[in-house]
Structure formats: structure tokens, C-alpha cells
């Protein structure tokens, strides 16, 4: 902040990660008048930063009702698992094709122990979406990591959703199991095995998906009403 005020950006991504984290759950009701009070901020600021969110589908404004955090959609979800699925084989398959140097085996190594060491679900998905994005780079792309996460609010709400409801009382925490997926993932990359690296990062998506439709029944008040109705 400066002279107590929040520049808009640092306003959105504040909000942003709220969001994200379910800190504001879905169905939270924002008000223009608290956030200005809340950050220090003028309305056309603050409703600049809620237009924002409101493209990257964080939030949803109801005339004469107000501006709300969006409910998770379970086919956004889907769709999101998808693509994340479909573009990662097809990086796991450049980077086996191409090979890695020796330095980029050591970042490698790196930071797939630092997502094996991830205390909670903030670090495990932020170290995640590096390893994911360190691939990335070693494949000559940029971009598309970025690019998923401006538009997957639902799936990183999920994830947290997911890691929040089944990691305590379990023998394997999600935590811990998608760590050992990221351990064999790792393996196959340096053996230059992409179809089994393939069926790895397919899994991991497909357990999110399962875990996700587990959360909704739990949750049935943070999905929308043709989820809970299961028409998705």
C-alpha cells in the first residue's frame, strides 16, 4: 500500500487470491461500499477491479441483486481438467523428444523436490504450476500455463476445495499422493518415456475430477444449481 491506499492491481490480485483460496467463498455477496472502505479505495477503482474479476469469472453481477463471488460449475471444471490434461502430454512428449541438458536436469530435480516438500495446498500448487511452467520452457513455449491459470477459477477453487476436505485422517494425504505422481512424472521425463509420463499427468486429472464431484456433494451451496441438480 502506499499512503494508505492499494494500487488496483495489487486490489485485484488480493481479491483474486481470496477467492482462489475460498477465503471469499462462492456465493459471497461483495460490496462496493465495504471494499472501498475495507482498502482505501475509490468506487471506479474498486469497480474497475470488479469487472476484472468478473472476466476472468471470479465474480458475477446480478442487477438490482449486487455483485457476487461465482459458484463453481463442475463442467467449467471438466473442461479445464481437459485441456490441462491434452496440452501437458503434448509438452511431456516435446520435452522427451528433445532431451534435457544436464542443467535443466538439475532444475528438474529442483523443483519436483520442492513440490514433494509442500506443507500445505498453497505450496503445493504454487510450486506445481512452476514445474508445470518449467517444462514448459523447456520445450520452447511460453504462455500457456499462464494463459489456464488467468481462466481456470473454478479449478483452483476445486483443487483447494479438494485438498482442504480430503487430506486430514487419510494414510496418503492428496498432498502426498500427487507428490509421488510428480516423483514417477519426473522419472519418465529423464527416462524420455512419454506415454507413461502421459498416463501419469492424465491421472492426476482425473483424480481432481473424482475428488471434485465427491467435494460437490459436500459442498452442494458453492456449485451452481445445474450441477447440483447434475445437469453439467
Same mark, same amino acid.
Given at each position: 500500500?502506499?499512503?494508505?491506499?492499494?494500487?488496483?492491481?495489487?486490489?485485484?490480485?488480493?481479491?483474486?487470491?481470496?477467492?482462489?483460496?475460498?477465503?471469499?467463498a462462492?456465493?459471497?455477496k461483495?460490496?462496493?461500499?465495504?471494499?472501498?472502505?475495507?482498502?482505501?479505495?475509490?468506487?471506479?477503482?474498486?469497480?474497475?477491479v470488479l469487472?476484472?474479476?468478473?472476466?476472468?469469472?471470479?465474480?458475477?453481477?446480478?442487477?438490482?441483486?449486487?455483485?457476487?463471488? *461465482?459458484?463453481?460449475?463442475q463442467?467449467?471444471?471438466?473442461?479445464?481438467?481437459?485441456?490441462? *490434461?491434452?496440452?501437458?502430454?503434448?509438452?511431456i512428449?516435446?520435452?522427451?523428444?528433445?532431451?534435457?541438458?544436464?542443467?535443466?536436469k538439475?532444475?528438474?530435480?529442483k523443483?519436483?523436490?520442492?513440490?514433494n516438500?509442500?506443507?500445505d495446498?498453497?505450496?503445493?500448487?504454487?510450486?506445481?504450476?512452476?514445474?508445470?511452467?518449467?517444462?514448459?520452457?523447456?520445450c520452447?513455449?511460453?504462455?500457456?500455463?499462464?494463459?489456464l491459470?488467468?481462466?481456470?477459477?473454478?479449478?483452483?477453487?476445486?483443487?483447494h476445495l479438494?485438498?482442504?476436505?480430503?487430506?486430514?485422517?487419510?494414510?496418503?494425504?492428496?498432498?502426498?499422493?500427487?507428490?509421488?505422481?510428480?516423483?514417477?512424472?519426473?522419472?519418465?521425463?529423464?527416462?524420455?518415456?512419454?506415454?507413461?509420463?502421459?498416463?501419469?499427468?492424465?491421472?492426476?486429472?482425473?483424480?481432481?475430477?473424482?475428488?471434485?464431484?465427491?467435494?460437490?456433494?459436500?459442498?452442494?451451496?458453492?456449485?451452481?444449481?445445474?450441477?447440483?441438480?447434475g445437469?453439467?
Open positions: 500500500m502506499q499512503n494508505g491506499r492499494t494500487p488496483s492491481a495489487d486490489l485485484h490480485q488480493l481479491l483474486r487470491k481470496r477467492i482462489l483460496s475460498l477465503d471469499l462462492p456465493g459471497t461483495l460490496s462496493e461500499n465495504s471494499l472501498c472502505d475495507e482498502y482505501q479505495e475509490g468506487r471506479p477503482r474498486v469497480r474497475d469487472a476484472r474479476l468478473g472476466v476472468e469469472g471470479c465474480v458475477s453481477v446480478f442487477p438490482q441483486s449486487g455483485t457476487f463471488v *461465482t459458484l463453481l460449475s463442467s467449467n471444471i471438466r473442461q479445464i481438467a481437459r485441456a490441462r *490434461t491434452l496440452i501437458g502430454q503434448r509438452i512428449r516435446e520435452v522427451c523428444e528433445k532431451g534435457i541438458s544436464d542443467t535443466q538439475s532444475e528438474l530435480l523443483i519436483t523436490a520442492e513440490v516438500e509442500s506443507r495446498e498453497e505450496e503445493y500448487l504454487y510450486h506445481y504450476e512452476d514445474y508445470c511452467r518449467f517444462l514448459e520452457r523447456c520452447g513455449r511460453r504462455g500457456v500455463w499462464k494463459f491459470g488467468s481462466v481456470d477459477c473454478d479449478f483452483n477453487r476445486a483443487q479438494i485438498y482442504r476436505t480430503y487430506s486430514a485422517g487419510q494414510e496418503m494425504s492428496i498432498l502426498e499422493h500427487q507428490g509421488v505422481e510428480t516423483r514417477m512424472l519426473t522419472e519418465y521425463i529423464l527416462k524420455r518415456d512419454a506415454d507413461a509420463g502421459g498416463l501419469i499427468l492424465e491421472s492426476h486429472y482425473n483424480q481432481i475430477l473424482i475428488h471434485s464431484s465427491m467435494a460437490r456433494s459436500i459442498f452442494p451451496g458453492y456449485f451452481g444449481e445445474e450441477d447440483a441438480a445437469r453439467y
